[in-house]
């Protein structure tokens, strides 16, 4: 007996330090053939199919790493019809909203050699609940953590996202976790860099009872294949293609849906909410035009059409992947057109760069802020993005002190901070400073294909404008040096005579990143805004002419981000007399 526990003991130890030693991520997926069938009554999903891997390592591989979420267990894999050993096992990851996943160490009959290819014969099931323990063990409210991991197989609704929230589907990842800054982010933007060329293929089928509900992916060809009658219940299929798994979060949504088709969105409502679903429709239609006269009509990868499914839970957090927003419908059409603004930037204008592709999507919003109300209220949207980013911007800034060479370059960071807000102000402050029409022009002529070096944009854009833009570039987008940081470090008000004033300014840039800032002078009757470069660590001075006694300066707008807004006031004195 005790050899026997002491066997048993050797083995587990083996498999722990197998485990320990894996190269999880040097196999890579290249493609999905899945048949995936939900019982919403059960809340299970059961899956069959096939997958195929290439080794992208450098070296040959005896084992691989096949991970799903952890409420779901492996039932087969196969290679040619033959079984091959495998160990299952937890394994902590917060890639998957329940904090973990089942993964199956799996032995091959023989080594695959770096690019060679092996596919497997797979089987999964299980459950998929409401779960939200990775948010709520790192401290977020219950409630506020459902409403934001609200991905279920339910028995009245169903909607279920991919890698990030659940793994639904094989993938194989390190371990990431929440409480480690952006690690979450990081490994899925990581898992998605390696799936670019990645494919899946999806036959949805429900087996349901009561209510006929509606099964939607959001894939090419997403269309629903078939109704039928099953008993005391029906059955219905999807067939959903992705053709890159890196631009493309796999999700499926089954609910009793209504469609309202009306150009330029296709909305999928639930049968109480049609004058929610009416009202994005018109907000759509209304925000049309805006977004074509800027990006032109739909075209590329994203030329799909733009599709809004309602989530039940009134409110949950919205979700965009691909053609697809998950999200509420409400009677607020103010913020439907911001919404529809977004979702339908998307689809005129891809771009594989997140930063060029996310970033133009809420600049957009911004600017359609403007033409509705207003700079100030362009820049009071904007101001929502600015915590965040400096605080993105600060731990970062903690990082490079601790470690040389640490950084998220725009071009290539995973962070959503960075790659949305930061990307946001950089089209602003591009638009500010070459104009609205040169913007436009370079935008025209972007091309995804041909974005396979970082600096394609900037040379389109200074093929526009006749302007040397390295320094932008390099300050904002192709490294991180962090936020500026201006203040006015001297104001000398004159009157050179009786009909104007002068206000010599001088601003200094304690941060690393140069901008060229606004510069607003307030008088007795009206004021005056002038731009200024400031690089980083240096000063640069001008001279603001008044035609009424100045009263106060104000150091840029909100429309350039920075990491201290706090001194950008100065209130002028009464200006000396011309001799």
Known sequence: MKMRVLRVFGVLC????????????????????????????????????RITLRNDSTSPQKNLILQISSSLDWRSIQIDGKPVQFVSQAYASDIDHTGALS??????????????????????????????????RIGVPQDQARHSDWDQIGNSFTAVR???????????????????????????????????????????????????????????????????????????????????????????????????????????????????????????????????????????????????????????????????????????????????????????????????????????????????????SALDFMGMHRTALAEAEKALAGERSRKAGAGESLISTSIEDLYRSKALYVWWMLRDMIGEDALKKALAVYRADADNTPAYLQHLIEAQTKRDLGWFFDDWVYRDRGLPDFHLAAVYPWEPSTKAYVVTVTVENLGDAGAEVPLILNMEQGQVTQRLLVPGKSKATIRMEAISAPQEIVLNDGSVPESDIRNNVYKVEAPAKRN
């Open 14 to 49: 083996a498999l722990l330090v197998q485990a320990h030693a894996l190269d999880r991520e040097a196999f890579t997926f290249t493609s999905y053939d899945l048949d995936v069938h939900i019982e919403p009554e059960q809340q299970r999903l059961a899956a069959r199919g």
């Open 162 to 376: 991919g890698i990030g929230y659940v793994a639904w589907y094989p993938v194989a990842t390190e371990s990431a976790n929440l409480s480690e800054g952006n690690s979450v982010f990081e490994t899925a933007a990581r898992w998605k860099a390696r799936e670019l060329q990645a494919g899946m293929k999806i036959k949805l089928s429900y087996l349901g009872e009561g209510t006929q509900a509606v099964p939607l992916c959001n894939g090419e060809a997403g269309g629903v294949r078939y109704f039928k009658q099953s008993g005391q219940g029906y059955e219905s299929a999807n067939d959903c293609a992705f053709p890159s798994l890196g631009e493309t979060v796999p999700l499926f949504v089954i609910g009793p849906y209504e469609t309202l088709d009306q150009p330029p969105v296709n909305i999928s409502y639930l049968p109480e909410h049609k004058a929610a679903a009416q009202t994005y429709a018109l907000a759509a239609q209304l925000a049309a035009p805006f977004v074509t006269e800027w990006f032109g009509a739909p075209k590329g990868p994203a030329q799909v059409r733009a599709e809004v499914v309602e989530l039940s839970d009134p409110e949950a957090a919205p979700y965009e992947s691909g053609s697809m927003l998950l999200t509420p419908l409400n009677n607020d059409s103010k913020l439907h057109q911001l919404t529809a603004v977004h979702q339908l930037t998307h689809a005129a204008f891809f771009s594989p760069r997140p930063w060029i592709f996310e970033g133009l999507a809420h600049f957009a919003q911004a600017v359609y802020r403007e033409r509705d109300g207003g700079r100030q």
């Open 103 to 136: 993964e199956a160490i799996v032995t091959l009959p023989r080594e695959v050699p770096a690019k060679g290819i092996v596919e497997l014969e797979i089987g999964y099931e299980g459950i998929i609940p409401l779960d939200a323990t990775r948010l709520t």
